[in-house]
């Protein structure tokens, strides 16, 4: 019985990293959703919809939100911006 239970209470986290390497492999940027940080990671679902992993302390919290695909020239001008800007944040 201590087994099984020792499995029940480690094993979510085993899953929650596994699904979230396995996939989530774009950024918030990508879909449009600004104010996130670099460990935040976008799953799509459809086409317009996504889950965003966010990690926490105990895991990683899931949230589904909008998705609006960018292009890769909308992601390369933001890029650019952001090499003009003279704080480099």
Not at 19 to 39: E, N
Request: hydrophobic letters at 40%; charged letters at 25%.
């Amino acid at each position: 019985m201590y087994f099984l239970e020792y499995n029940v209470r480690h094993g979510e986290g085993a899953l929650q990293e596994t699904l979230f390497f396995s996939s989530f492999h774009l950024h918030p940027r990508d879909c449009a959703i600004p104010g996130w940080t670099r460990d935040v990671w976008v799953a799509r679902i459809d086409d317009c919809h996504a889950v965003l992993a966010e990690q926490t302390a105990k895991g990683y919290l899931f949230r589904t939100v909008k998705c609006e695909m960018q292009t890769t020239s909308v992601l390369k001008r933001g890029v650019m911006d952001r090499l003009k800007l003279d704080n480099y944040q």
